[in-house]
């Protein structure tokens, strides 16, 4: 019943979105550097011109902050007693200890989880678990007023997934955002940094050990997905932390 309900609010939606509406982007929006990109989810309406995401297809907290950090007034909060990721308000993928993560003869460093940093990525863009399902809730945010559908970032176009409109004809299309599970094809991250020490002559030394100087980070020793990207700064496309073609010989010696 309330799959065919939601079938049914959906259905009305999509109709609705021949009527779009573009309200002015406010003046705050510029003061923190998540806001207007693509992973602030409480503007999102207002700036596509759709009444058809924030509430409906994921709730709308109120904050854009809360869908990765734990709110500020639930500060001390620890997630992991609730299943969450440690120091975020997300919950670990049912898939954590499951992900194929990148193996290869020549990999030093094999690694068989990915750490909570990039759990934290994966946890969206594993396309396994809905954007807006977060451990705390902001205060004063109601659940009994929940209406949303609790979609997930994957390109499978039905009612559980953002690709039943980001399919490409209704919006353009999810699925090169959805990493999955199988991050055979993707960079390896988790494993410790090999260019620690300047004994691998195929990696370049960090400048400090939480880094190098163009930005490119490391999370205690290891190479992270937030190592490239930083979702903090949206100044180069994709979120990258330095353009694609010096990003790799930051760490790589070819
Ligand atoms: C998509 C997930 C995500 C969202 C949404 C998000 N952040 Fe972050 N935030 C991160 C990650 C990942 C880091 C760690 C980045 C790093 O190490 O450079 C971080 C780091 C921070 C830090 C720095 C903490 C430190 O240890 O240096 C602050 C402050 C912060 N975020 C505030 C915010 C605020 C305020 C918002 C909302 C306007 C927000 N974040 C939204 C993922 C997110
Ligand atoms: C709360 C869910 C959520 C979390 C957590 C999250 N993302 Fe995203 N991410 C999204 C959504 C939604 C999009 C936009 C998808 C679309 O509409 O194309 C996105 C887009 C992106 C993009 C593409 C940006 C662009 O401009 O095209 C990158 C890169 C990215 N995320 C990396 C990360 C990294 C790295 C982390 C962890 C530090 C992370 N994301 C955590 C939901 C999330
Ligand atoms: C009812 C249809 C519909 C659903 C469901 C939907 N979207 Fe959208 N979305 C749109 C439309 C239409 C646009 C504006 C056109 C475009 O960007 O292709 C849009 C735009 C966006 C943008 C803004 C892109 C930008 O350039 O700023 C993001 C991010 C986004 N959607 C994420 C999501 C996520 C995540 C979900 C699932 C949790 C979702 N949407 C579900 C219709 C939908
Ligand atoms: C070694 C650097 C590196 C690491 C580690 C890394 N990425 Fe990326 N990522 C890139 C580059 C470069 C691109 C853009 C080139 C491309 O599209 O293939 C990209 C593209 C993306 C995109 C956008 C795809 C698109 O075209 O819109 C997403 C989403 C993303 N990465 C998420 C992640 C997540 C999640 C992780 C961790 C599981 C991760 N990345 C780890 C370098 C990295
Ligand atoms: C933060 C540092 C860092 C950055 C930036 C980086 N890499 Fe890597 N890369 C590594 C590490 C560390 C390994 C694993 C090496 C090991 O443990 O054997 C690796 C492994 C690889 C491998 C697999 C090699 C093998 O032995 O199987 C490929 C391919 C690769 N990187 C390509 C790239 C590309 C392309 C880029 C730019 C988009 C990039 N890397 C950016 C650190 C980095």
């Given at each position: 019943m309330k799959q065919r309900l939601n079938q049914f609010i959906l259905s009305i939606t999509i109709l609705s979105l021949g009527c779009v509406i573009s309200l002015p982007v406010s003046a705050?929006?510029?003061?923190?550097?998540?806001?207007?990109?693509?992973?602030?989810?409480?503007g999102l309406n207002q700036r596509t011109g759709?009444?058809?995401?924030?509430?409906?297809a994921f709730s709308d907290y109120?904050?854009?902050?809360v869908y990765c950090h734990i709110p500020p007034e639930q500060?001390?909060?620890?997630?992991t007693p609730f299943g969450?990721?440690?120091?975020?308000?997300?919950f670990l993928p049912a898939t954590e200890h499951s992900y194929d993560l990148y193996n290869s003869r020549t990999l030093d460093n094999k690694v068989k989880s990915p750490s909570p940093i990039s759990l934290l990525c994966l946890s969206c863009?594993?396309?396994?678990?809905?954007?807006?399902?977060?451990v705390f809730r902001p205060n004063?945010?109601?659940?009994?007023?929940d209406a949303a559908m609790?979609?997930?970032?994957?390109?499978?176009?039905?009612?559980?997934?953002?690709?039943?409109?980001?399919?490409?004809?209704?919006?353009?299309?999810i699925a090169i955002k959805h990493?999955?599970?199988?991050?055979?094809?993707d960079h390896p991250i988790s494993?410790?940094?090999?260019?620690?020490?300047?004994?691998?002559?195929?990696f370049r030394q960090p400048d400090s050990p939480y880094g190098f100087?163009?930005?490119?980070k490391l999370y205690d020793e290891r190479v992270e997905c937030a190592s490239c990207h930083n979702?903090?700064?949206?100044?180069i496309q994709v979120l990258l932390r330095d353009r694609a073609d010096r990003l790799c010989e930051t760490c790589h010696i070819k």
């Amino acid at each position: 019943m309330k799959q065919r309900l939601n079938q049914f609010i959906l259905s009305i939606t999509i109709l609705s979105l021949g009527c779009v509406i573009s309200l002015p982007v406010s003046a705050a929006e510029g003061t923190n550097t998540i806001l207007g990109t693509k992973h602030d989810f409480t503007g999102l309406n207002q700036r596509t011109g759709v009444v058809a995401m924030s509430g409906l297809a994921f709730s709308d907290y109120g904050s854009s902050c809360v869908y990765c950090h734990i709110p500020p007034e639930q500060e001390d909060a620890d997630s992991t007693p609730f299943g969450g990721i440690e120091g975020w308000n997300r919950f670990l993928p049912a898939t954590e200890h499951s992900y194929d993560l990148y193996n290869s003869r020549t990999l030093d460093n094999k690694v068989k989880s990915p750490s909570p940093i990039s759990l934290l990525c994966l946890s969206c863009h594993d396309g396994t678990m809905g954007v807006d399902m977060t451990v705390f809730r902001p205060n004063g945010w109601r659940s009994s007023e929940d209406a949303a559908m609790h979609l997930r970032i994957n390109g499978d176009n039905n009612t559980m997934n953002c690709a039943k409109c980001h399919n490409g004809r209704v919006a353009h299309n999810i699925a090169i955002k959805h990493i999955g599970t199988d991050l055979t094809n993707d960079h390896p991250i988790s494993m410790r940094y090999a260019g620690l020490s300047s004994k691998d002559l195929d990696f370049r030394q960090p400048d400090s050990p939480y880094g190098f100087d163009n930005g490119v980070k490391l999370y205690d020793e290891r190479v992270e997905c937030a190592s490239c990207h930083n979702v903090h700064n949206p100044d180069i496309q994709v979120l990258l932390r330095d353009r694609a073609d010096r990003l790799c010989e930051t760490c790589h010696i070819k």
